[in-house]
């Protein structure tokens, strides 16, 4: 297994249109949002220990992981059950910013950010408040990776786009595809290698990953929100 994803589902300060829990099982998405610890938590621990898994992610089916009431909390004790390991957040950093020094606590991040300009935003998130990117770059203490989903209008736009992410300080940025659409966005970069199954491109000394969840080789545990246990990378399969 390359990672253990900690799942929260629950209220949202976003509405992705491809939001994969929309794709999920009633039952899995559960508001775990005010529960300490998640359920399942113990035998999901146990199971990464097992696996010697150490890249654990806090992430959400229907909800950002930031909404968790007890994020601090959560970390602190992942950490003190398994010392070595390296816990990030995938995040869409709406409230990254007002919640900084919890966002600082992670040993990374990937915010989910499909555009800079506020009509294309909302039309992928729901909201026109566009997270101000830039200034989390300033102040986190961490790495910060980009996560773009293509849909028809960012991808026309992606060369502004990704100059703009160099420019603040963006280092890595994966363009995703939306999960199970058949089209294939044309990414006319320089090739320089593979990750998992994905090309990977240089864009002026920034490294950008065309990612296809349906062509990965990535494997992963996942702790759902109701406190079952998924093997799958693909989350619609993992729940089944």
């Given amino acids: 297994m390359d990672f253990a994803n900690v799942l929260f589902g629950g209220p949202c300060n976003r509405r992705c249109f491809y939001c994969i829990g929309k794709q999920l099982p009633e039952r899995v998405n559960v508001n775990n949002l005010g529960e300490f610890p998640p359920r399942g938590l113990d035998a999901f621990l146990a199971e990464v220990n097992a696996r010697a898994i150490r890249e654990i992610v806090f992430t959400g089916t229907t909800t950002d ?10 970390l602190d004790l992942v950490r003190a059950r ?24 992670y040993d990374r991040a990937c915010i989910s950010f499909p555009s800079f300009e506020p009509e294309v935003y909302a039309r992928h998130m729901g909201s026109r408040h566009v997270p101000d990117l830039a200034e989390i ?21 992606l060369e502004p786009f990704l100059a703009r992410c160099r ?3 963006v280092r890595r940025v994966v363009l995703r595809k939306i999960f199970g659409d058949p089209r ?9 290698g ?8 240089d864009y002026r000394g920034m490294e950008v990953t065309y990612w296809d969840f349906d062509a990965t ?24």
């Fill in 167 to 169: 420019a603040i300080g």
């Fill in 82 to 105: 398994i010392p070595a390991a390296r816990v990030s957040v995938h995040t869409n950093g709406a409230l990254a910013l007002k919640k900084l020094s919890a966002f600082n606590r």
């Fill in 137 to 157: 770059l300033r102040r986190a203490t961490i790495p910060v990776k980009v996560s773009c989903v293509l849909d028809h209008d960012n991808a026309a736009a």
């Fill in 65 to 74: 992981p930031q909404m968790y009431r007890y994020e601090v909390e959560l």
């Fill in 184 to 192: 294939r966005w044309e990414i006319p970069l320089e090739r320089t």
């Fill in 217 to 240: 080789s990535s494997r992963s545990i996942n702790l759902f929100a109701d406190g079952s246990l998924g093997s799958e990378y693909l989350l619609t399969l993992s729940s089944r």
């Fill in 194 to 201: 593979e990750y998992r199954g994905n090309p990977v491109y």
